[in-house]
């Protein structure tokens, strides 16, 4: 149980245009998702919390007009990166929180923009 | 300020030699969790903690909360190269909303 999909995988995307990554919780309500960006062998640096229904908190130093989030059901939240820059390329995972504060992670999409 | 300090950052190893992977705060965690990540994919959860002084394992790794809850212990014997990978540490603390603090993490390497 407790399985967290994203899609995609893997994007390519040129200067200047938005890409949106979805995150799905497949077998149980995510209330709670959050979203994270890592780079090569660091570790994760949270970026947002998405709560469904409601809007995102981000934390300090994340624009929240850059990197939009929705999480309109219990079981998918968005994160769009607009109008992206090559700074932008990075690992994204997105993870639900489970019912003891633990949270379950997607598989990470990775981001190369050109 | 990193709150949840862990060590080592890197630690490369033989088959069969066994290890231990750190992780400490001054700042008291409702929980603790710890995640293994391979290359190019999401963390994926180990275990749980939430008790002070609780040990657990799972098949040779052996996870310890400690006693005040502010720091933790993953030990791992008889390593093999499927160990290879980076370790997380994250504490939850009942005042974040769910969030997590993730230490450093440990990129470890088994060389058969």
């Known amino acids: 149980g407790a399985v967290v999909s994203q899609h995609p995988s893997r994007v390519i995307c040129k200067s200047g245009t938005s890409v949106k990554i979805e995150c799905r919780s497949l077998?149980?309500?995510?209330?709670?998702m959050f979203w994270y960006r890592q780079f090569p062998k660091q570790s994760l640096m949270l970026m947002a919390t998405?709560?469904?229904?409601?809007?995102?908190?981000?934390e300090q130093g994340v624009e929240k007009d850059k990197f939009l989030i929705n999480h309109a059901s219990l079981t998918l939240s968005t994160l769009t990166v607009t109008s992206a820059h090559p700074e932008d390329s990075s690992f994204y995972i997105c993870?639900?929180?489970?019912?003891?504060?633990?949270?379950?992670f997607g598989p990470g999409t990775r981001l190369t923009v050109l | 300020t990193q709150l949840l300090e862990q060590s080592p950052q890197f630690l490369s190893i033989q088959e069969g030699e066994n290890l231990t992977v750190y992780c400490n705060s001054s700042?008291?965690?409702?929980?603790l969790q710890w995640y293994r990540q391979e290359p190019g994919e999401g963390p994926v959860l180990l275990v749980t903690?939430?008790?002070?002084?609780e040990v657990k394992k799972l098949k040779r790794l052996t996870f310890q909360f400690g006693d005040a809850r502010k720091d933790s212990s993953l030990h791992i014997t008889a390593a093999q190269t499927g160990d290879t990978g980076l370790y997380l540490c994250?504490?939850?603390?009942?005042?974040?909303?769910?969030?997590?603090?993730f230490g450093q993490g440990t990129t470890l390497q088994v060389k058969p």
């Open positions: 903690v939430v008790t002070g002084g």
């Open positions: 077998d149980f309500q995510a209330t709670t």
């Open positions: 993870s639900g929180q489970g019912v003891m504060d633990e949270q379950f």
């Open positions: 998405s709560n469904e229904g409601s809007k995102a908190t981000y």
């Open positions: 700042s008291v965690f409702s929980s």
């Open positions: 994250a504490g939850a603390r009942s005042s974040n909303t769910g969030k997590l603090i």
